[in-house]
């Protein structure tokens, strides 16, 4: 059984920066793309950054480039997602996700696995 579980978040103020795990486990692909998205109060879930397994290439959010690195670490399973410069419209609950086709653009469609999600909170 697939299991996905976030780390990291909390309570940080503007301009500052947090780094999300998450750590996965009980699926045997080797392709898939791990995607990162984003629920704010009141608001559609978004997509905010994803990296695919098969060729380690990314993808963000407009409004999170140059801002949010998303990377992988293979041997433990993990990816995070460093996030600089934070403000308060990143405030969220953030989420990752598996996309077992390897897609990687963004769309909550594509990603068939979820983890319970973490908060994140960016204010003074």
């Known amino acids: 059984q697939v299991q996905l579980v976030e780390s990291g978040g909390g309570l940080v103020q503007p301009g500052g920066s947090l780094r999300l795990s998450c750590t996965m486990s009980?699926?045997?692909?080797?392709?898939?793309?791990i995607g990162w998205f984003r629920q704010a109060p009141g608001k559609e879930r978004e997509g905010v950054a994803c990296?695919?397994?098969?060729?380690?290439?990314?993808n963000y959010a407009d409004s999170v480039k140059g801002r949010f690195t998303i990377s992988g670490d293979n041997a433990k399973n993990t990816v995070y997602l460093q996030m600089n410069n934070l403000q308060p419209e990143d405030t969220a609950v953030y989420y990752c996700?598996?996309?077992?086709?390897?897609?990687?653009?963004?769309?909550?469609?594509?990603?068939?696995?979820w983890g319970q999600g973490i908060q994140v909170t960016v204010s003074s």
């Open positions: 996700a598996l996309s077992e086709g390897g897609w990687c653009f963004l769309r909550l469609a594509d990603f068939n696995s």
């Open positions: 009980g699926f045997p692909y080797n392709l898939y793309g």
């Open positions: 990296i695919s397994r098969s060729d380690g290439s990314t």
